[in-house]
T-cell receptor, first 114, second 114 residues
Framework: GAGVSQTPSNKVTEKGKYVELRCDPI?????LYWYRQSLGQGPEFLIY????????DSGLPNDRFFAVRPEGSVSTLKIQRTERGDSAVYLC????????????FGPGTRLTVL | AQSVTQLGSHVSVSEGALVLLRCNYS??????LFWYVQYPNQGLQLLLK??????LVKGINGFEAEFKKSETSFHLTKPSAHMSDAAEYFC????????????FGTGTSLTVIP
């Protein structure tokens, strides 16, 4: 079956611009995670959705970052006033029920802020 | 706070030799422990996980790991390395009393020498 997909695969933007990154989870998975992975580092937790609601958003670095999942399926990570330090690979993962389940990762979106 | 330490950012082994990738965690309560693998140009995928029960867990591709509470370790092993094992390996921990966050280590890059 189809895995987790993320679009775009690459995004280049200028400092100060707004970007949206999309995640399509595996159908039927209620849990969805966003991570950020910088070069040479492991994935860093950003936010976890259970259904439509953000169950834990404590990993979002500041108020420029926001994520939604309005219908409990597709999720969008939104970054306002991008900064060069936001450059990273943004990963999305989904799991059938919750945090203890196996997470299935998407290929990531590589964001470059010039 | 929870943390994961992976000793050795790069490990090289000869084909057919033992693979040992080290992972130590800090947690005040029993954790859930995971090993994920990232092959070149692919997304993260689960190798194995420990939740409860038997402390020696077997995963895909001949890998296994043992949860040792006294040593706060979850080292990954494989008796005989194959060329196809070359990849980036990440250890991760999750604990219920911190919500729904996953904490990943910084990763170990495994090179297999023919």
């Amino acid at each position: 079956g189809a895995g987790v997909s993320q679009t775009p695969s690459n995004k280049v933007t200028e400092k100060g611009k707004y970007v949206e990154l999309r995640c399509d989870p595996i159908s039927g998975h209620t849990a969805l995670y966003w991570y950020r992975q910088s070069l040479g580092q492991g994935p860093e937790f950003l936010i976890y959705f259970q259904g439509t609601g953000a169950a834990d958003d404590s990993g979002l670095p500041n108020d420029r970052f926001f994520a939604v999942r309005p219908e409990g399926s597709v999720s969008t990570l939104k970054i306002q006033r991008t900064e060069r330090g936001d450059s990273a690979v943004y990963l999305c993962a989904s799991s059938p029920r919750g945090w203890a389940d196996t997470q299935y990762f998407g290929p990531g979106t590589r964001l470059t802020v010039l | 706070a929870q943390s994961v330490t992976q000793l050795g950012s790069h490990v090289s082994v000869s084909e057919g030799a033992l693979v040992l990738l080290r992972c130590n965690y800090s947690s005040s309560v029993p954790p859930y422990l995971f090993w994920y693998v990232q092959y070149p140009n692919q997304g993260l995928q689960l190798l194995l996980k420990y939740t409860t029960g038997a402390t020696l867990v077997k995963g895909i591709n001949g890998f296994e790991a043992e949860f040792k509470k006294s040593e706060t370790s979850f080292h990954l092993t494989k008796p005989s390395a194959h060329m196809s094992d070359a990849a980036e390996y990440f250890c991760a921990v999750s604990v219920s009393n911190t919500g729904n966050q996953f904490y990943f280590g910084t990763g170990t890059s495994l090179t297999v020498i023919p």
